[in-house]
């Protein structure tokens, strides 16, 4: 039963981290850009917690795979796509002042 315990606890903290990986963070690990430099996507990571809610992250991830989409967005008419571009602006030139 204690071994049982212990393998069940193990288990649980090897793979916490994982479990906890954000949208950015595993979109920035996967890009080919970042080289799979899991400290520094960690760190964007942190940063788009403070400054983007979860369905921000989710959109903000998608720019890794395609990175035309921040440009569709950024060129659009649409206000909710402005208001969303301005937001991830901010949590750009944070996270770029923070995790150099």
């Not at 949208?23 to 899991?38: M, T």
Request: net charge positive; aromatic share 8%.
């Amino acid at each position: 039963m204690l071994n049982r315990f212990v393998i069940a606890a193990a288990a649980v903290m090897i793979t916490a981290p994982l479990a906890m990986a954000g949208p950015i963070d595993s979109a920035c690990v996967s890009s080919d850009r970042a080289r799979g430099n899991s400290p520094l996507c960690s760190c964007i990571q942190r940063v788009a917690d403070q400054t983007l809610s979860r369905s921000d992250q989710r959109r903000a991830a998608a720019f890794f795979r395609d990175p035309h989409q921040a440009q569709v967005v950024r060129m659009s008419k649409s206000d909710a796509d402005n208001s969303f571009w301005a937001r991830y602006k901010r949590f750009a030139g944070a996270a770029e002042a923070y995790c150099r």
